[in-house]
């Protein structure tokens, strides 16, 4: 039952346990028993927290299935960038390595209200920074299709538990892609969500717009199970939206055909390999196949770039810019230049900041009502060797470039669209290849029911990858 169970869909699980056919202590039992059998070799879930969910579990055998929420006991792992009271959060660094919050974020809270139990930490990148999942606590993370590779970052763990059985559900978070790059290198889905749909929080910046929590899964349907169990407004955010009149569950199974979208390779921004454009233009021409008006276009997004660097920098340097003088030596090198560049953000630079957000999303908002989706890849390259810290790294690339890699996605989240990511085919290696769909503004809902199409139009189911060790 352990094996069967964790094969199945989050949707089918929760109606299992929603009709009392599977327990809460069944689902634990199933993530644990192949956590111990995978994360060896995976690394995805450092931080496990079982007693706290059990005692959780316990807590919602005692009440009617139909009251435990829209999850009704489905166990889920929360980014350990995201504090969950009780269990060590570290964040990924060294100087949080001992750090136990006493209240959890309001996103857990939500989670949790909504019958998810949370059973562990997924890994990290120091404190978020950049797409590959390593840090100085944990160490490495690996892609359960190719243990040599990254699952990318910053949610990597998120994507590769997911990817490898150990989860059915994963919370993310995305600044330059966290949510996206992971998604598209371990073969799963991901909503990025527009900003305040999502309830998060308390934090130094609450109404900042480009760093948005979001639900993980391994397909559409999943996908909309969670951004049901998370969406919502809470008095603690800074940013919040209420609830959308129609669930995203309804969306989804409610599939609906794009008339016209538009498609680019690059977003006129950034180089993109050749075997990502490829897999990605195949995945066009199954679209074209199916009657959709495809057009080579993309917004003007030439202010994207200082729209997301000084944003981004000034986060950090909010973040861990007071501690600076004390935390260089413990810090990874691209997370001190980033504080460092923060720092020095002056008024000027801060004044044409938000003169060009402005400026990148009335273009792309006004871009979109043109067409239903803007679709592009959801990462430039294909996952590369888990040593490599960032594409470039090995041939001398400097720090201060060290998320230039991932400008597909940074240029999208200075948009503030909503973006679904799913998997559009694989590689000649067989590596997993990803989209972005690019909504319009608030617009989940109906992203959702497109996603669901296209998705059916791929013809990509999910599968469980059984990982094979190394030779």
């Keep these: 039952m352990t094996d069967d169970l964790i094969r199945l869909s989050a949707r089918d699980v929760v109606a299992g346990l929603a009709a009392g056919d599977v327990s809460p202590h069944d689902a634990l039992d199933a993530v644990q028993a192949r956590i111990e059998s995978v994360d060896p070799l995976v690394n995805a879930l450092p931080t496990r927290c079982f007693d706290r969910a059990r005692g959780h579990a316990d807590r919602l055998i005692s009440v009617p299935p139909s009251e435990r929420g829209l999850l009704a006991g489905l166990p889920v792992p929360i980014k350990d960038l995201t504090p969950v009271a009780g269990v060590r959060t570290t964040f ?19 989670v949790e209200s909504q019958g998810g139990v949370v059973y562990a930490m997924s890994n990290t990148p120091e404190f978020g920074a950049g797409g590959n999942t390593f840090n100085d606590v944990f160490g490495p993370t690996r ?39 992971p998604a598209s290198f371990c073969g799963v889905t991901s909503l990025r969500p527009s900003p305040g749909r999502i309830a998060t929080g308390p934090t130094l910046m609450p109404f900042q717009v480009h760093s948005q929590q979001g639900p993980m899964a391994r397909d559409i349907a999943d996908l909309a199970l969670f951004a049901d169990a998370m969406v919502g407004e809470s008095p603690r955010a800074g940013l919040g939206k209420p609830p959308p009149q129609q669930s995203f569950r309804r969306a989804a199974a409610s599939p609906q055909s794009p008339q016209r979208v538009a498609f680019s390779v690059d977003l006129g921004v950034t180089d993109t390999t050749l075997e990502v454009a490829e897999v990605c233009n195949r995945a066009m021409e199954a679209l074209e196949r199916d009657g959709i008006e495809v057009v080579a276009d993309h917004p003007n997004l030439s ?3 200082v729209a997301f660097d000084v944003p981004r920098a000034l986060l950090f340097a909010a973040l861990l810019g007071d501690g600076l003088p004390h935390a260089r030596e413990v810090l990874k090198p691209e997370l001190v230049w980033n504080v460092e560049r923060g720092l020095a953000v002056d008024g000027d630079a801060v ?8 400026r990148v999303f009335e273009l792309a908002a006004d871009f ?29 690339l400097p720090v201060s470039e060290y998320y230039r890699w991932l400008t597909i996605a940074a240029a999208v989240t200075a948009t503030t669209l909503p973006v679904i990511t799913m998997p559009c085919g694989r590689s000649e290696t067989g590596l997993p290849v990803g989209i972005q769909l690019i909504g319009r503004a608030h617009g989940e809902s109906r992203l959702f029911s497109l996603a669901s199409h296209i998705e059916k139009v791929l013809g990509i189911g999910p599968a469980v990858v059984d990982v094979v060790p190394p030779d």
């Design 92 to 110: 990924g660094s060294r100087l949080m390595q001992d750090f136990v919050p006493e209240r959890s974020d309001i996103i857990v809270e939500t």
């Design 143 to 181: 892609n359960p299709h190719d243990l040599r590779l990254t699952p990318g970052g910053s949610s990597g763990g998120a994507a590769a538990a997911l990817a490898s059985g150990m989860a059915w559900l994963a919370q993310g978070s995305d600044l330059a892609g966290s949510l996206r790059t």
């Design 303 to 305: 202010d994207a770039e």
């Design 351 to 358: 004044r044409a900041s938000i003169a060009a957000q402005a």
């Design 368 to 396: 979109m009502s043109d067409y239903d989706l803007l679709i592009c890849p959801a990462a430039n390259v294909l996952p590369f060797p888990v040593e490599e810290r960032y594409v470039g790294y090995s041939e001398g």
